[in-house]
C-alpha cells in the first residue's frame, strides 16, 4: 500500500510565501512523476504543477514565475515553493505520485489536500 501525506498549508497574506511538501511512502518500484493540484470551490481540479524522475518541470500559466516545483534526494517527496501569493491561489492542494508498485505497473495515488488560503 502507498501513502501520500501533504503538509505546509495555511492561511496567508497576498504577497506572502507557502512551502508545501508531500512525501510517498509504502512498499513500491519506484515514484516516476509526482506533483501539485489544486481545486478551488466550485472549480475543477486543475493542475498546478509538475516534475519527472529526472527532474522536468511543467507549470500551469498563472503560477509561473511564482511557484517552483522540486524533489528531494530520496525521490519519494516533492516541494511546492509557492511566492507572491495572491487571493485567486486559494485552494485545496493535492499532491499526486505515479508510483511503479512493481515495473510494469503505473498507478496514480493521491494526498488528502491541504488547504491553503490567501487573504487580501
Known amino acids: 500500500q502507498v501513502r501520500v501525506v501533504e503538509s505546509g498549508g495555511g492561511l496567508v497574506q497576498a504577497g506572502g510565501s507557502l512551502r508545501l511538501s508531500c512525501a510517498a511512502s509504502?512498499?513500491?518500484?519506484?515514484?516516476?512523476?509526482m506533483g501539485w493540484y489544486r481545486q478551488a470551490p466550485g472549480k475543477q481540479r486543475e493542475l498546478v504543477a509538475d516534475?519527472?524522475?529526472?527532474?522536468?518541470?511543467y507549470y500551469a500559466d498563472s503560477v509561473k514565475g511564482r511557484f517552483t516545483i522540486s524533489r528531494g534526494n530520496a525521490q519519494n517527496t516533492v516541494y511546492l515553493q509557492m511566492n507572491t501569493l495572491k487571493p485567486e491561489d486559494t485552494a485545496v492542494y493535492y499532491c499526486?505520485?505515479?508510483?511503479?508498485?512493481?515495473?510494469?505497473?503505473?498507478?496514480?495515488?493521491w494526498g488528502q489536500g491541504t488547504q491553503v488560503t490567501v487573504s487580501s
Open positions: 516534475i519527472s524522475s529526472g527532474g522536468s518541470t
Open positions: 509504502g512498499s513500491f518500484f519506484r515514484i516516476d512523476a
Open positions: 499526486n505520485a505515479d508510483v511503479r508498485v512493481v515495473v510494469a505497473t503505473l498507478q496514480r495515488y
